[in-house]
């Protein structure tokens, strides 16, 4: 549980005698109170973003997470994220996103500027099932038409989402064996309107020693036509460079009543100390 607070850099426990029975001694060394780093990312469509972030672990002493980015280059990203993960009762917690966007849609041919807004309330059911309640306001602004539902090129979403999550994971940072399960519904409406079901499983598998394998599967199914009900812009896509992990994917459209899902599969070695081997 000490591992899973994530802020702690090192800890340490040895015994010595003590009484009758053996006295357990901890050494904690505890994360920097501000962590100033950078970053960059790439993606095949947007190619090199880097800049400034910003961390901190433990504000207030209450394990209080803060992330914040400012990316520049081939997209400009600003982006945020709180995570309060106890605040009272049964882990009540609280987790907040928000984030923009400014780049050049290639596969859509636009260019976009994207906000969002996504707060989440959560709690415990039992020692390994988790329930969020989770609410999102997302706009797209393109420089061209026909890239968005409304005709002046501005659309607005107002979304209601509810996920249950299921983790048994034996570490939270680097897992060995367990589950991490999670199945999420939305209703979003404004200048769309659907229905978004996702389904997110990953396993961990101990094969020797120091390696164990991870399985993950993604599946989503989303309601509405489109460009009529679903923006081109948030259909899926499939694609990456080619590397030696085992992939599956599927992507089926029209569906009965115009739905449309995607299905991804994966298996992964990885390495007891966290480094990955693909």
Do not use: C
């Amino acid at each position: 549980r000490l591992d899973n607070l994530s802020i702690f850099a090192q800890i340490l426990v040895r015994g010595e005698p003590g009484g009758q029975g053996v006295r357990l001694i901890f050494h904690l060394k505890e994360m920097p109170a501000w962590i100033p780093l950078l970053g960059f990312s790439y993606t095949e469509q947007d190619g090199f973003s880097g800049g400034p972030k910003l961390s901190a672990l433990n504000l207030g002493g209450r394990a209080i997470s803060l992330n914040a980015q400012a990316y520049f280059g081939g997209a400009n990203q600003f982006s945020a994220r709180l995570g309060w993960p106890w605040i009272g009762g049964n882990h009540v917690s609280l987790d907040f996103y928000g984030a923009l966007l400014s780049r050049t849609d290639t596969l859509n041919d636009f260019k976009e500027n994207s906000y969002e807004l996504t707060p989440e309330v959560g709690t415990w059911l039992g020692d390994h099932a988790r329930l969020e309640g989770k609410v999102s306001l997302f706009r797209m602004q393109s420089d061209v038409d026909g890239k968005t539902l409304s005709p002046d090129n501005d659309d607005h979403f107002f979304g209601v989402g509810v996920a249950l999550g299921w983790d048994n994971r034996d570490s939270w940072r680097f897992p060995v064996q367990g589950w991490q399960n999670e199945l999420e519904l939305w209703r979003t409406q404004g200048d769309g309107d659907f229905w978004s079901l996702n389904l997110d499983v990953r396993r961990w598998i101990p094969i020797t020693k120091r390696q164990r394998l991870m399985v993950t599967a993604l599946a989503t199914l989303q309601s509405g036509t489109v460009v009529e009900d679903d923006p081109i812009y948030l259909t899926y896509r499939m694609g990456g460079s080619l590397n030696m992990t085992a992939r599956w994917s599927r992507t089926n459209i029209n569906l009965p009543q115009g739905a449309f899902s995607t299905n991804l599969a994966s298996v992964r070695l990885l390495e007891k100390t966290g480094f990955r081997r693909e």
